[in-house]
């Protein structure tokens, strides 16, 4: 006889987390949902989920999972008046799979674990199309039996799935991915400006280098939408901005200088002050255009 | 009956060159070849091509082709005393295919020109395998009659073969190459480094990212060789430093600034300074960890 599932709560069903939400109704877990905008929350209550406020969805689920916005919020929801880990069953599992700082992840962990409850990192990576395909990169910080725990739960929403190490561990890999994506996206703008400057076309452009050394997720998925000027999210440069930041932050704590990171950070900073914040990442494209010698 | 095959001159069989040369000596191309260091030139001897100074090949071919180190070698190898141009048949087509400026490139073709030569250029990407497999991106800049007639002989080295416009187009291309792979890698740098000392498995947090929005080549071909500290070239510093100032050179006369690209050539050339030029550019990585705060 199969084991029941365990109650899940979905903290958070935005673009990210409605999609994965309803993976997990759709793999048979009872499901309880939060959203501060409770329209966001509407199709997945009509697919049989419950509403409920944080603090009941804590003392009602065996495992809560958050997906949020900002590291403010997810220290408010954990660790603030009422907040999840005051609340949780003891026992409970808390996965934040929010974006957001190592340095809190190990916070909420050992608060967590104070009160019996185990809590874990989980940020995702893959965007809307990986949370609606259920294809997510799923990076985790946790004990490694808390890990095994949750296993099942994050198959339903994601293919690639590693511990990296111990609480906060799944947030430093997401920065490696933050990292890694800034500076490179970058060399994609200044290539494709290059190319327009000197008069080529830059969609032969991209055909002739995007297979070799040259080549990366950027080039080929952002590069065309650069070249016909759609500058539609994709990733909110507002979101981008809070994610370097915390890359920063901790890249210094770790003694660590990332000339690339801080470089790109200030001129999203920039086109964030020039009302670009909702456009998609590909826009640090206008920083060059707005730039030129 | 199938037509003669033109006579192709060789000028540099290095690293890149001899595989080059070699897939046309077995096309069935009469070949003949030079090199300064005419050991490197001996394989291809034995295979049937037949040695002579530079002169000599362009008095006696219908196609030449040069790939040598520095845009100093090639203007002096098309321009000066007893330089190509000068000897070459009328008629004959002289393909650069040396990553080279594109300034030097439009001069040379003007020069050609007026003496009834056919001049272009057609750098390439795709490295020593790329070299060996015949698998290379070719950027040609040429008239387009030009590259029609070349083309068949090109094919016979490369797979990605692209006319991105007139003279100096084909360098303008490779220059956007080299562009996106700077800041490329100092992403890849940055993350690994940041990987190490956040204490992660980097092996793992490339497992976790690369096949996401942060996946690049390099990311997945120079990132393991970084983990390992194996820092063998590849393509080294020098010459990537060599391409990178052509590139900011051309970018300031297009009138762009490329933020990355100078960041990035000012690490290449510190590295260089203490003894690394003959690194691979992967060795960008010891930049970080020798910056450390």
Redesign the interface.
Known sequence: MPQAKPTVGFIGTGVMGAPMAGHLLRAGYPLMVYNRTFAKAEPLIRQGARFAPPAEIAAACDVVITMVGFPEDVEQLYLGPGGLIGQAKPGAFLIDMTTSS?ELAVRIYETARRRGVRAMDAPV???DV?ARNASL?I?VGADPADFEAVLPILRVMGT?I?R??GPG?GQ??K??????????L???C??????E?????PE??L???E?????????S?LGPRIIRRDFAPG?YIKHFIKDMRI?LH???R????????E??LG?FEELAGRGEGESGTHALYKW?TS???
Chains 1, 2 share one sequence.
């Not at 920065?175 to 490179?184: D, L, R, T």
């Not at 770790?254 to 990171?261: I, Q, R, T, V």
Request: positive net charge.
């Open positions: 190592p990576s893959g965007g990986g990169s990076m690639t590693h990296q190490g561990a430093h890999a920065m490696c991915n933050q990292i890694a994506i800034a500076s490179g970058l060399g994609v200044e290539a494709i400006a290059y190319a400057k000197a008069g080529l076309d032969k452009v055909a002739s280098i297979k070799g050394a040259a080549g990366s997720w950027s080039l998925n990733f890359a901790s890249a210094r770790l003694g660590l200088l990332a000339p690339g990171l470089l790109v001129m060059l730039h030129m010698l």
